[in-house]
């Protein structure tokens, strides 16, 4: 049986009232499983509330007026999350919780952050990293793990460089700031620093499912670059390029993972810790330089909550690594006919965002 954990420990105690706000259905069966033994009920529509309550907020969803005071705590997708992508509402396998803000809104502190600024780890901790960077890297694991074709890089002495898409109305787009390139405006400044360079642009999987809307003309995107990549399976891309450029995608994280040299136009949480080439304006709370492995410690082992199968509790990253190396048919969307139908339901009633 896989072990099973508690909720880190910077989260005890948790003394009053558990309200959730800003989750949907499908996702109350995973707060239940992650907060196990409290009873959760829906914030009030009015207040006032308990001041001893703590709520459970999904991602940058606002904080009502009569809680703010009560202890907030926002919740969002892991950095190893599925076997599919989340717009197909494919079971996560991790979540990120964190009090003090989200990861991806460089504003302000984030748990992350102070993790990552003050966290002290010892050689064996480290270890541990290490061997858990080389399984994701062997297992070829990513955020959602959707595979693809292999893409076969041109036959050129040019370098390669890959420019990585982003969803223009995600919130990790919206809180990076107005003066941050993503998509064509990045393109255009890599083509402009590069001018040498073979450029690849990867667009977003969500907008290729046709589940989130692109904003650029492709026909603007193909003027500015050499290359447009859809289907291709990333980790073979990230085998075949030089340098990859991102505003503030994951995806930079995940080529770090893999040793290759990331350019970021944002701040992510993996940026302004010595390991990116930045290109943003510095944070001065980020002063440390961090190796990679105390990178990968803090992201993937002391930050994030990982399910154990069967709505069982909690669990380890190497059994969630594990699951996702050798998933199961409930760990993923694998009939293509069905993911169709419930992208095109989903269409009609959520809509392209």
């Known amino acids: 049986m896989p072990p099973k954990i508690g909720l880190p420990r910077r989260f005890e105690p948790l003394v009053g009232p558990l309200y959730v706000h800003g989750f949907s259905p499908v ?74 803000g989200v990861h991806f809104d460089d504003s302000r502190p984030s748990d992350l952050e102070v993790i990552l600024a003050e966290g002290a780890w010892s050689p064996t901790a480290l270890q541990r990293a290490a061997v858990l960077r080389q399984r994701i890297v062997a297992a070829g694991l990513t955020k959602y793990n959707t595979g693809g074709k292999p893409w076969a890089p041109p036959v050129t002495e040019r370098p390669i460089h890959l420019v990585v898409g982003q969803v223009p109305t995600d919130a990790a787009v919206r809180l990076a700031g107005p003066s941050v390139p993503y998509n064509l405006a990045l393109l255009k400044t890599v083509r402009a620093a590069h001018p040498e360079a073979y450029i690849v642009y990867k667009i977003h999987p969500d907008v290729v499912a046709g589940m989130r809307r692109n904003d650029d003309a492709l026909a603007d995107l193909e003027a500015s670059c050499d290359e447009i990549i859809t289907s291709a399976d990333l980790i073979t891309v990230f085998a075949q ?43 001065e709370r980020r002063s440390r330089r961090l190796e990679l492995d105390a990178l990968v410690h803090g992201a993937l082992i002391d930050y994030p909550v990982y399910f154990a199968r069967g709505f069982s509790g909690l669990t380890t990253v190497e059994e969630a690594v594990g699951r996702l190396s050798r998933p199961a048919p409930s760990d993923r969307h694998n009939n293509p006919m069905a993911r169709r139908v419930m992208r095109a339901v989903l269409r009609r009633v959520v809509g392209v965002r």
């Not at 009015?46 to 606002?62: C, F, K, Q, S, Y």
């Not at 904080?63 to 907030?72: E, H, I, Q, S, T």
């Open 241 to 283: 390029v030089d340098v990859v450029h991102v505003a503030t995608s994951l995806a930079g994280f995940e080529a770090l993972l893999r040793g290759v040299t990331v350019h970021c136009y944002g701040r992510p949480f993996y940026a302004g810790w010595g390991l990116t080439v930045d290109h943003a304006p510095p944070i």
């Open 27 to 100: 996702k109350w069966p995973l707060l239940r499983q992650c907060f196990a033994g409290r009873t959760l009920k829906p914030l009030p529509m009015r207040g006032p509330i308990d001041v001893m309550a703590t709520v459970l907020l999904w991602g940058a969803t606002e904080l009502p007026v009569y809680a703010v005071g009560c202890r907030c705590l926002r919740i969002e997708d892991g950095f190893l999350r599925s076997v599919g992508l989340g717009v197909d509402l494919t079971w996560p396998l991790s979540w990120s919780i964190d009090e003090r």
